[in-house]
């Protein structure tokens, strides 16, 4: 690891504390905005964002000409309300998002090089980060422009990005909190120091 964050100072493990908070809570109300408006089933996501959702908006338009009528109707008269993304609105969340969601794997992947942690699992934490917006937006593309099978891959991103954030939001918060931190990894032992001591002074180190 390139730091430690078990042995930072208090003011770099609040920061980092607050930032995973916040990120936990937009994280939240993303996820709630998701079930308001694409759904979390393939069906869903392919109805939101390919081409059927936009034969079903058009269908919805009214007519050149109408007849104003008047009768009372339930709420399962209603029906479900449809939200579609088009090529043009998608066009644009790609374009404000995709730079939002590499900000926000940065981030967090500044906070997992901080982890005690092997090196293999840091690279894999950090490659589900940026893999996971590039799963969520290519799914909408491929569900667009392709077919609506392609669905499970926004799916799949959207659920890879959950799982980065509860991996990097957990360990970190273990380990600069509850985990009681061991010899710093930069601090030499005293043994060492005093075998170099002698070394210099031409004694021995036994």
Known sequence: MLYDLRHSDLRVRWLVTLLLATLGTSYL???????LYAGFSPRKVAETYGPAGEAVMAMQMPPDTTM???????????????????????IQDTHVHMPMYAVIAACLAVIALGLAIPRWA???????????PWLDFAGMWLTKL??????IVTLAGGWAMAFGYTIVAALATYQMWWRKPGPHPLTPSPRGGEGERNRRSGGSTL
């Open 122 to 132: 840091g690279l894999a934490i950090i490659t589900v980060l940026f893999a996971a």
């Open 29 to 35: 109300f993303g996820a709630w905005m998701v079930a």
């Open 68 to 90: 104003v009528t008047e009768r009372p109707v339930s709420m399962a008269e209603m029906g479900e309300e449809m939200h579609h993304v088009d090529r043009d609105l998608l």
């Open 146 to 151: 392709a077919s609506p099978s392609f669905a």
